[in-house]
T-cell receptor, first 115, second 113 residues
Framework: NAGVMQNPRHLVRRRGQEARLRCSPM?????VYWYRQLPEEGLKFMVY????????ESGMPKERFSAEFPKEGPSILRIQQVVRGDSAAYFC?????????????FGPGTRLTVT | GNSVTQMEGPVTLSEEAFLTINCTYT??????LFWYVQYPGEGLQLLLK?????DKGSNKGFEATYRKETTSFHLEKGSVQVSDSAVYFC????????????FGAGTRLAVHP
């Protein structure tokens, strides 16, 4: 059973470009979470999605950031008009259930560098 | 709001030394508590968890007990190895009634031979 897959692993964008990060959850998992890790910091929750629904986006910046988890295909985190402060590692996690206490399985992350 | 506080690192130990990494939390209700480990360049892996008061999570020689009276979930290991060198994150879930994780800042552990 393949784990959580993220691509690309490394992404370089110039200021003003768009960044698109993909996450394929583990087979059978319909709950996806995105987290951001700034250098030398812990992970911060961004958004929680189920298939076709955004459940909680309280950690998402109000502008330029969006996320989706369509019925078919991976979850996408989109950052428009990137700025240097967006440089970070973005981790996706999935779980089979959204109830508190279920383990979240993390992907290897996408490291975004904005030049 | 809910939050997690971990002892600051780095923690530097010699092989076979005893390890304690302190973690305290603030939360409403009854959160679940977790320790995750991150090796260089990788994602996070669940190390252990506890879902109710007085539960003890354990794995690979690590253990932590959910102490509601002191709102703590300290990580311990009796004899560390060089391969335990990593960053350790304490986390809680249950905010809003579902599984969103709130992490501490992480504690870097370096074990020397």
């Amino acid at each position: 059973n393949a784990g959580v897959m993220q691509n690309p692993r490394h992404l370089v964008r110039r200021r003003g470009q768009e960044a698109r990060l993909r996450c394929s959850p583990m087979k059978g998992h319909s709950h996806v979470y995105w987290y951001r890790q700034l250098p030398e910091e812990g992970l911060k929750f961004m958004v929680y999605l189920q298939k076709e629904n955004i459940i909680d986006e309280s950690g998402m910046p109000k502008e330029r950031f969006s996320a989706e988890f369509p019925k078919e295909g991976p979850s996408i985190l989109r950052i428009q008009q990137v700025v240097r402060g967006d440089s970070a590692a973005y981790f996706c996690a999935s779980s089979p259930d959204g109830t508190s206490g279920y383990e979240q399985y993390f992907g290897p992350g996408t490291r975004l560098t904005v030049t | 709001g809910n939050s997690v506080t971990q002892m600051e690192g780095p923690v530097t130990l010699s092989e076979e030394a005893f390890l304690t990494i302190n973690c305290t939390y603030t939360a409403t209700g009854y959160p679940s508590l977790f320790w995750y480990v991150q090796y260089p360049g990788e994602g996070l892996q669940l190390l252990l968890k506890a879902t109710k008061a007085d539960d003890k999570g354990s794995n690979k020689g690590f253990e932590a007990t959910y102490r509601k009276e002191t709102t703590s979930f300290h990580l311990e290991k009796g004899s560390v190895q060089v391969s335990d060198s990593a960053v350790y994150f304490c986390a809680l879930s249950g905010s809003g009634g579902y599984n969103k994780l709130i992490f501490g800042a992480g504690t870097r552990l370096a074990v020397h031979p």
